[in-house]
């Protein structure tokens, strides 16, 4: 790591760590005047998507996964084109091997759409670093933070369990830290070994990776002692959240991000921050009271790929007050990341017209069922195929059943929509490492639906109805 580089992790993390509690909404305004000017004037004119300058940023057309794949050489400022990161990137994929995937250091990630082809994002080193400034300037619990910056003690061993390994992760390694991938595309047995062999102070993974870990360590079967567990990449289920707290003693963070950016951390009170000091999000409405939104990003500190403008996938939640949060941070708070846009199931209304439901509702009707392993594919008609994990015994499947179809029932009356036709099958565990999807659009071209556990689900649980 060059003296420039760590120089900008470092203040990423120290900005982070200190500067969003001391900062007012006015002063907070203000940085991000300043740098989507800079956005605007400087940065943008570099990528031939954006020839001509924009005054504004509301000027500037909203794009999506679509419209950048069609362009994907004009909205990055090397002109690489999709066939040379594609071809980097499946390359590292078959290989393992993740470092300097293209010259000067760009990382190529791929997005795990639930639907469609995959996004593709360019990152260079300094943004990576950066990342991990913010990560860890935000969530290094006090004792963590005191054993890294004293140097006679042991650095600090974080794990990150991920399905891809990314030159991030050694280029930040130092003496003060010592990163440990796990890469999950393993059998479980794996990387539950690789976890223990880690010893983390600090445990990084998708939600149900934690999850099958924090099962495996209530067995006995993993004997670890993090002081800061992380959740990344995927929803965090909250039963996930209470085996977690049973497990280690510590509640998990929460950190929402994709490969379009780092878009937002849990505070040490517990609520998700949206990271608006990099990231400008413009809510696009999703219901009458506005609290659920599809957010608009534009990243300010992207160089390599612009991010501006562009509409994710997910659904956010915002919290139902608007007062500043106590711990001092100005950013808004979300309640919830509830899915991704296509997880928001169609139905169709008393009046024929279309009813949104919204995914909590969906999972939390399904956890009334008392239903672990499960996944819905939804068809606009009003139909919907549930894949439920079977137990051997026909009259628990046949209740397990009756209880979904009661459930969702309910949940279908409470919104004023016509109770679905519900298609049963049998729950298949997805691939190792692959995103856990509970809810996706039937029509979508995908691979069979799958759910929970990941990184393969010990059998018996698997058998439960
Ligand atoms: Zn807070």
Known sequence: MGPTLAVGALAAFARSRWGVRLQSRRGLERRRRRAIR?????????????????????????????AVLADFAGFNVLGIDLDTALTAAHAA???????????????????SGTSGRPGVFLVDEAERLRWAGTVLGRLLDRRSLVQLVQPWRPPLRIA???????????????????????DLVAPFDEVLAGVATARPDVLVAPSSVLDALARAAARGELAIAPRLVVAVAEVLDPATAVRV??????????????????????CARGRLHL?????????????????????????????????VRYRLDDVLRAAADDARCPCGDPSRVIEAVEGRADE????????????????????????????????????????????????????????????????????FDAVGARHPELRFEAWTPPRPGDKVVRIRRAEAPAPPVAAAPAAAAPTEEVARG
């Not at 943008?44 to 020839?51: C, E, L, N, Q, W």
């Not at 991920?162 to 390694?173: C, I, K, P, Q």
């Not at 049973?246 to 878009?263: M, N």
Request: charged share 30%; glycine share 8%.
């Open 38 to 66: 800079r956005l605007l004037v400087e940065r943008m004119p570099r990528a031939g998507h954006y020839a001509h300058p924009f005054d504004r940023l509301a000027d500037v057309p909203v794009v999506d996964k679509a």
């Open 160 to 182: 990150f369990c991920l399905r891809a390994n990314s030159t991030l992760y050694e280029s930040v390694g130092s003496r003060r830290l010592d990163f440990r991938f796990v």
């Open 275 to 307: 990271n608006e000091s990099v990231v400008v999000f413009e809510p696009e409405s999703l219901d009458a009271e506005h609290r659920r939104f599809t957010p608009i990003v534009t990243d300010l500190e992207r160089r390599t790929q612009l991010v």
């Open 93 to 111: 994929e078959h290989s393992r091997d993740f470092s300097g995937l293209l010259p000067g250091g760009i990382t190529v990630g791929l997005s």
């Open 344 to 411: 928001v199931v169609e139905a169709v209304g008393a009046d024929g017209g279309v009813v949104r439901i919204f995914p909590d509702t969906v999972r939390r009707a399904m956890a009334l069922a008392d239903v672990t392993d499960w996944a819905i594919r939804w068809s606009s008609g009003g139909r919907l195929d549930i894949a439920l994990a079977r137990a051997t015994d026909a009259r628990e499947v046949a209740a397990a059943e009756a209880a979904v179809r009661r459930s969702l029932g309910e949940l």
């Open 245 to 266: 707290e049973g497990a280690w003693g510590v509640r998990p963070r929460r950190v929402y991000q994709a490969t379009e950016g780092l878009l937002g951390l849990d």
